[in-house]
Nanobody, 127 residues
Framework: QVQLVESGGGSVQAGGSLRLSCAAS????????MAWFRQDPGKEREAVAV????????KYADSVKGRFTLSQGNVKNTVYLQMNNLKPEDTAMYYC????????????????????WGQGTQVTVSS
């Protein structure tokens, strides 16, 4: 069973920055994608950013393009989400996710594309 350990959430004012970290308990090359999702109470979980672990290609939700950057760490299956110019609407629980099986023909941007999930870390942005 793969465990994903997240850190870096917190409270900031609008315009501030936070950096989220996620480390998988395995260095297996079988993990093909890692991602961050977020969820507000009463809303569906939505993808924020996805990275292909084999080459570093990324995809972002339109709402965070130009403000968030997802990157890989030097340790295999570790990713970082740098969040700049945060807005109150970015407030949510953020979840790290990992996928073993590549999704044919598209970037995995759906909850069902992922096999493992972290416990979540809260991000709160005040106006």
């Amino acid at each position: 069973q793969v465990q994903l350990v997240e850190s870096g959430g917190g409270s900031v004012q609008a315009g501030g920055s936070l950096r989220l970290s996620c480390a998988a308990s395995t260095s297996s090359d079988a993990i093909t994608y890692m991602a961050w999702f977020r969820q507000d109470p009463g809303k569906e979980r939505e993808a924020v950013a996805v990275i292909y672990t084999g080459g570093g290609a990324t995809k972002y939700a339109d709402s965070v393009k130009g403000r968030f950057t997802l990157s890989q760490g030097n340790v295999k299956n570790t990713v970082y989400l740098q969040m700049n110019n945060l807005k109150p609407e970015d407030t949510a629980m953020y979840y790290c996710a990992a996928a073993y099986r590549p999704v044919p023909g598209r970037f995995p941007f759906l909850v069902d594309d992922y096999n493992y999930w972290g416990q979540g870390t809260q991000v709160t942005v005040s106006s």
